[in-house]
């Protein structure tokens, strides 16, 4: 018989209310062993919960739910208990003197409802981007992903599918050319229909740009106030600063969030030629080139050195603006800032916003992660060759090629290391 599980599905103790969530065949009887009675299901209901040999553990509000119609597909419980640690760890120990009950591995109850068939693949992944969002863009996106919108037009692609792979079984079953020629006309039509759809999916960013942010690389030469900019736009003292050229020697990377739109920075060290100084610092000549490696994984660069002497498409910034002698770049586009005062720094993080908006996925259009992405790739595979083929037989497996993958993607089939993979993301009790 499966094991019933238990957890403290809120937060960590001590806390106003703990809940401890149960899944699994003995869930009623732990309800009843631990209420003295029968609840009515899917009712709140007042309760002394009491351990075995009598004692009052908790007043609590017991939740009934019997399975199958549940979030994990089970018979599920839940106690709301008083939050504090003793309270829990006592209501939890009585749980696990129940023949067949243990506590819950990470994941395990998220876990239960996908072997359930309650949520798919796609959705429980969406639901791991979601308790780990960070920012409201990585929250809108991942609820579009977590309450199924990939799912459900995987579901509809692969029903299209399914019919157009019935016209073949048709045509072989009628006709004695076995060529496309047997085929309605309609068919190549809704095959490149349906690669359209499914590429414009596959253009879109990808889940994994909004787990890192926009990469925006600082970078010019040395003292040009690289790390006082960096360290006003992390809001805090994250890099040292100081009026000695060449002080900042290794990358510094901090994420933050700016307007809800998640950035990571690099601060980079001061960028001057060293090739022709036999003296040169080893270890600043090591930070450079690794500051040059930043810059060209950077999406965005804000260049503070000489105008036009960046890598190609940086952002022209004139640092120290406020400082007596100032003379700006002379370009329309440059950026004039000062991180002493604050001056140009709102241009900059707007204009920083809405460049990050065109790279990052749009907010509550679903995405896809890298895993995905293959999938949905092959299956665009398969459906090109499709196109290309004259053979009914060739043309019907290509089809079935693509309703493997939309399969692999929706977790239709999937290997129990990916699952391990993916359930071992979210914490316990989850
Ligand atoms: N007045 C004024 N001084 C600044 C400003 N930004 C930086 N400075 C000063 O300029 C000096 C160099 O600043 P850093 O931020 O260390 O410069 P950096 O480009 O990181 O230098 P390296 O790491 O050595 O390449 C420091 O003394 C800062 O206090 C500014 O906006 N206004
Ligand atoms: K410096
Ligand atoms: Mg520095």
């Not at 000695?244 to 030629?273: K, N, Q």
């Not at 036009?308 to 003379?327: H, L, M, N, T, Y």
């Not at 993607?409 to 999937?414: E, I, K, M, P, W």
Request: glycine share 10%; net charge negative; hydrophobic share 45%.
């Amino acid at each position: 018989m499966t094991d019933t599980i238990f957890a403290v599905s809120s937060g960590a103790p001590p806390a106003a209310i703990g809940v401890i969530r149960m899944s699994g065949p003995k869930a009623g009887q732990a309800v009843f062993d631990l209420v003295g009675r029968e609840l009515e299901p899917r009712r709140a209901s007042l309760a002394e919960l009491r351990g075995p040999s009598g004692e009052v553990l908790d007043q609590a509000l017991v939740l009934w739910f019997p399975g199958p119609d549940t979030a994990t597909g089970e018979d599920l419980a839940e106690f709301h208990c008083h939050g504090g640690r003793a309270v829990l760890a006592a209501v939890e120990a009585a749980l696990g003197e129940l023949d067949g009950a243990r506590p819950a591995e990470p994941g395990e109850f998220t876990r239960r409802a996908f072997a359930n068939g309650r949520i798919d693949l796609a959705e429980s992944e969406g639901l791991a981007d979601l308790l780990t969002a960070e920012t409201e863009l990585q929250r809108a996106s991942a609820i579009a992903n977590a309450s199924g919108a990939l799912s459900k037009k995987v579901e509809a692609w692969r029903s299209e599918l399914l019919t157009l792979s019935a016209q073949i079984e048709s045509a072989l079953d009628f006709s004695d050319e076995d060529d496309v020629g047997d085929l309605p006309d309609s068919f190549t039509w809704n095959i490149e229909r349906l690669l359209g759809e499914i590429e414009e999916w596959l253009v879109r960013p990808r889940s994994e740009a909004l787990g890192e942010g926009v990469r925006v690389a600082i970078a010019g030469p040395p003292n040009a106030g690289k790390s006082t900019l960096f360290n006003t736009l992390v809001e805090s003292e994250a890099a040292i600063t100081s009026p000695i050229a060449g002080t900042t020697r290794d990358l510094i990377e901090r994420s933050v969030d700016i307007a809800g739109v998640p950035f990571t920075l690099i601060d980079t060290a001061g960028l001057r030629d060293l090739s022709s100084d036999a003296a040169a610092d080893p270890i600043e000549v090591i930070g450079i080139d690794r500051a040059r490696s930043a810059l060209a994984d950077a999406n965005i660069v804000l260049w503070l050195g000489e105008e036009g002497r960046g890598p190609s498409g940086a952002w022209e910034v004139s640092s120290k603006a406020d400082v007596d002698g100032f003379a700006p770049k002379t370009g329309a586009a440059t950026y004039v800032v000062s991180a002493a005062t604050g001056e140009g720094l709102n241009e900059l993080k707007i204009d920083l916003v809405n460049e990050a908006r065109s790279i990052l996925p749009k907010p509550s259009q679903a995405t896809l992660n890298m895993r995905q992405h293959r999938r949905l790739g092959e299956a665009a595979e398969a459906l090109k060759a499709a196109v290309s083929l004259r053979d009914l037989l060739l043309i019907g497996e290509e089809l079935r090629r693509a309703r493997v993958a939309f399969d692999r993607l929706v977790g239709r089939s999937t290997t129990e290391d990916m699952l391990d993979a993916l359930f071992g993301r979210f914490c316990i009790g989850k």
